[in-house]
């Protein structure tokens, strides 16, 4: 009853841009931590960028200083902007959240996207 859609993955050339977003619905009480990931063929998953529920971000090394994290809390979504794109880059990337789907359980539970295709080729 709580899905995560993502959105904006395409085909971009070396140095280019991408805005990505990932959309929470359904049974949502609270979220905590959103998070994107990546997963590039033959490779494990990794964790690319989280922002807290107050909006301070952290990045894996390997995109710091090219990508943004944010979030708007009101519309239960989670962006990254991709600047600066390296063909090393190309992944699948998975939106996660960290989610209270109500008022009588304080549990949170961790949801997946499908995730969406970023190919950055010339």
């Known amino acids: 009853q709580v899905q995560l859609v993502e959105s904006g993955g395409g085909l971009v050339q070396p140095g280019g841009s991408l805005r990505l977003s990932c959309v929470a619905s359904?049974?949502?009480?609270?979220?905590?931590?959103m998070a994107w990931y990546r997963q590039a063929p033959g490779k494990e998953r990794e964790l690319v960028a989280t922002v807290t529920s107050i909006g301070i971000p952290n990045y894996a090394d390997s995109v710091k200083g090219r990508f943004t994290i944010s979030r708007d809390n009101a519309k239960n979504t989670v962006y990254l902007q991709m600047n600066s794109l390296k063909p090393e880059d190309t992944a699948v990337y998975y939106c996660?959240?960290?989610?209270?789907?109500?008022?009588?359980?304080?549990?949170?539970?961790?949801?997946w996207g499908q995730g969406t295709q970023v190919t950055v080729s010339s």
């Open positions: 996660n959240a960290d989610i209270r789907r109500n008022l009588y359980s304080s549990t949170y539970y961790s949801y």
């Open positions: 359904g049974s949502i009480f609270g979220i905590r931590t």
